[in-house]
């Protein structure tokens, strides 16, 4: 009976300790700007219009209303507390990673390109870090999500079953849009609407059901 009473008054003791201390905050051990390669992947600086054309000649106009968006993301490195209490925060240590984003809407405001350059981390207690392309594109109600892996920051292989990129765009080495020869495309197609991009040069194409529209240069 002894025993019971001390065990239960340790148990009791043990969570109210355990409340009454919280986790420290986040700690920030690092910094990691964007590789070269991922920041010249996208070609804009926030102010250009894209203007893309269908067969018939109709046009749709795009701009960035906020342009060039530069932020910074918390890439957690390791754990270092988790308080003792079911779905309780956590504390880690962290790289703070640059992003850049660019917002294209539609002058009908009917359509939506979203376009992020990241950084991910491919291991905990590592610091493996690459660099992945984040492709949003919206026509009315329908929409998708897309990545693609630009870089990675370490030596040796990323098993891109790995991360978190799941819907990964396919690479095309030569395609041809409305007769007109392409080199190293990107491409993803859901929910009836599609988008091609190259890197440097950005989205070159966009379709909706079997409607093509091409960027005019």
Do not use: H
Not at 21 to 50: H, K, M, V, W
Not at 125 to 152: C, H, K, M, R
């Amino acid at each position: 009976m002894q025993y019971r009473v001390l065990y239960f008054s340790i148990t009791l003791l043990t969570l109210l300790f355990a409340a009454a201390c919280g986790c420290p905050p986040d700690e920030e051990i690092g910094q990691i700007g964007l590789s070269e390669t991922a920041r010249n992947f996208l070609p804009y600086d926030g102010t250009e219009t894209l203007l893309f054309a269908d067969e018939a000649g109709n046009t749709i106009r795009f701009t960035a209303p906020r342009g060039e968006e530069e932020g910074t993301d918390q890439v957690c490195i390791r754990t270092i507390c988790t308080e003792a209490r079911f779905n309780s925060p956590s504390s880690c240590e962290y790289f703070k990673a640059d992003n850049q984003r660019y917002v294209f809407v539609s002058e009908d405001q009917e359509r939506l390109i979203d376009l992020l350059v990241y950084t991910l981390l491919y291991q905990r207690d590592t610091e493996n870090f690459y660099d992945a392309l984040q492709v949003s594109y919206a026509s009315g109600p329908p929409s998708f999500v897309a990545d693609w892996l630009i870089e990675t920051r370490f030596s040796g292989t990323i098993d891109v079953a790995d991360t978190p990129l799941d819907n990964l765009m396919s690479f095309e080495e030569e395609i041809t849009l409305r007769g007109k020869p392409y080199t190293e495309v990107l491409r993803f197609r859901q929910n009836e609407l599609g988008i091609y991009l190259q890197a440097g040069k950005g989205v070159i194409a966009l379709e909706e059901g079997d409607q093509l529209w091409l960027l005019q240069e």
